[in-house]
T-cell receptor, first 113, second 110 residues
């Protein structure tokens, strides 16, 4: 199993550009989520999904969209990048019954200039 | 007030030392607690769960104090490989979200 994969690993965007961060898992996990991690702030939940076709907002959803058309994929779209979105983004997945055991991808380091 | 608060450290300790981290949580309805470990520039990984009765896994002991709303992690006989950031995590009541603390950094030196 590849586990949770994320692409790209690094990205530099200009203010106002849009892009999609890709996330895929091959463990048949129902639950998938996106976090951002900033120094001193810890991991903050952006959006999550409890199954295909179902998404919900987390703590910091503004400026981001998600969709869950398949169990495996959970892309995160930045609509119009802002410098405040410079961060490390982690995708994670788990079985719904064992939500506490999140499997994280390797992260995407995003810089917005 | 943050929902989960941790001392950011760093805790600098020699090999073989015993070190303890505390974490406080604000929601008294929270029921489930965990510690994750994150190595530098890597993704977080589950270290252990925290039970009301305490939980021991080798050199690691996690404890919960519900009355004071804090969780602790004790590491005995520290190894160089224990150097990492330790994240305190609370499962939100309703069970759809994990709330992460900002982490406590541990550096073990020879």
């Amino acid at each position: 199993n590849a586990g949770v994969t994320q692409t790209p690993k690094f990205q530099v965007l200009k203010t106002g550009q849009s892009m999609t961060l890709q996330c895929a898992q091959d463990m048949n996990h129902e639950y998938m989520s996106w976090y951002r991690q900033d120094p001193g702030m810890g991991l903050r939940l952006i959006h999550y999904s409890v199954g295909a076709g179902i998404t919900d907002q987390g703590e910091v959803p503004n400026g981001y969209n998600v969709s869950r058309s398949t169990t495996e994929d959970f892309p995160l779209r930045l609509l119009s990048a802002a410098p405040s979105q410079t961060s490390v983004y982690f995708c994670a997945s788990s079985y719904r019954d064992t939500l506490y055991e999140q499997y994280f991808g390797p992260g995407t380091r995003l810089t917005v200039t | 007030r943050k929902e989960v608060e941790q001392d950011p450290g760093p805790f600098n300790v020699p090999e073989g030392a015993t070190v303890a981290f505390n974490c406080t949580y604000s929601n008294s309805a929270s029921q489930s607690f965990f510690w994750y470990r994150q190595d530098c520039r890597k993704e977080p990984k589950l270290l252990m769960s925290v039970y009301s009765s305490g939980n021991e896994d080798g050199r690691f002991t996690a404890q919960l104090n519900r009355a004071s709303q804090y969780i602790s992690l004790l590491i005995r006989d520290s190894k160089l490989s224990d150097s990492a950031t330790y994240l305190c995590v609370v499962l939100e009541p309703g069970y759809n979200k994990l709330i992460f603390g900002a982490g406590t950094r541990l550096a073990v030196h020879p």
